[in-house]
């Protein structure tokens, strides 16, 4: 079974630039997490979908972040004007459809570097 | 806010002894636990997890603990060995798959 896709690997923009990030999930996952791991701490959950429907993006910074998930199957997550503080793993997560308290399958992550 | 978070940042093992990695929740609405490891360069990879309505769970050398009276997680890995090098996170979940991780502890294993 294929994992998690996630693309580009690493990302060097400038600050006030535009990025945008690629997720895959496992065929079949209903549930799609976007987190955001800055370094020395712990995965913090930016926005959760329920196939194309936004379930949690109560810590996502709205006036520079925006994800969607149209078809319910793939994601992307853009941030637009990046800043410093953006600097961060991004990883995408999916749990398997119509399955509470299940564990989530992660991708590897996308690096962002923001100079 | 709640939130999940461990009692250690660093935990440092010699190869073949046994690991405890603890975490402390505060969301008594959370009723399953999971622990990931995490590799440099890599994303969290699942170990184990349990559910609200047990108190222990054993895996292949790894064993979850649960208490909830104190709200109380760990992880013990037993004869610990190079390759569980990583660093443990806690993350707990709710009934709407709303997943939140803790900070982290960083295990390192000397041979």
């Known amino acids: 079974e294929a994992g998690v896709a996630q693309s580009p690997r690493y990302k060097i923009i400038e600050k006030r630039q535009s990025v945008a990030f690629w997720c895959n999930p496992i065929?079949?996952?209903?549930?799609l997490y976007w987190y955001q791991q800055i370094l020395g701490q712990g995965p913090k959950l930016l926005i959760q979908f329920q196939n194309n429907g936004v379930v949690d993006d109560s810590q996502l910074p709205k006036d520079r972040f925006s994800a969607e998930r149209l078809k319910g199957v793939d994601s992307t997550l853009k941030i637009q004007p990046a800043k410093l503080e953006d600097s961060a793993v991004y990883l995408c997560?999916?749990?398997?459809?119509?399955?509470?308290?299940?564990?989530?399958?992660f991708g590897q992550g996308t690096r962002l570097t923001v100079v | 806010g709640e939130s999940v978070g461990l009692h250690l940042p660093t935990l440092s093992v010699q190869e073949g002894d046994n690991s405890i990695i603890n975490c402390a929740y505060s969301?008594?609405?959370?009723?399953?636990f999971i622990w990931y490891k995490q590799e440099s360069g890599k994303g969290p990879q699942f170990i184990i997890d349990?559910?609200?309505?047990?108190d222990k769970r054993q895996g292949q050398r790894v064993t979850v603990l649960l208490n909830k009276t104190v709200k109380h997680l760990s992880l013990q890995i037993a004869a610990t060995q190079p390759g569980d090098s990583a660093v443990y996170f806690c993350?707990?979940?709710?009934?709407?798959?709303?997943?939140?991780f803790g900070a982290g502890t960083r295990l390192t294993v000397k041979p």
């Open positions: 349990i559910r609200s309505n047990m």
């Open positions: 065929s079949g996952h209903a549930t």
């Open positions: 997560a999916s749990s398997p459809s119509g399955v509470l308290n299940t564990e989530a399958f």
């Open positions: 993350a707990e979940n709710n009934n709407n798959n709303d997943m939140r």
């Open positions: 969301n008594s609405a959370s009723d399953y």
